[in-house]
């Protein structure tokens, strides 16, 4: 889980977060000096939510125009 989050940072990648009471949150991570935590930027604000109550990351991928521009020449 912390790995994932990790390559989220390095890739300036959203992640979803469900924490272990059910409720997700999405946002952008970002590097503390806990890493006991984790930082998040959301649309609301920053959120900081321990690990030991997240549940499940996912990591956002998106996909640029222009790659679906090609894959559309190649049907």
Excluded: C, Y
């Amino acid at each position: 889980m912390k790995k994932e989050v990790e390559i989220a940072i390095r890739r300036k990648q959203q992640i979803m977060v469900r924490n272990t009471s059910g409720q997700t949150v999405t946002g952008f991570p970002e590097r503390t000096a806990d890493t006991s935590i984790l930082s998040l930027r959301t649309v609301h604000g920053s959120l900081w939510i321990p690990f030991d109550e997240v549940e499940h990351v996912t990591r956002l991928l998106s996909i640029r125009s222009q790659h679906l521009s090609g894959m559309q020449q190649l049907v």
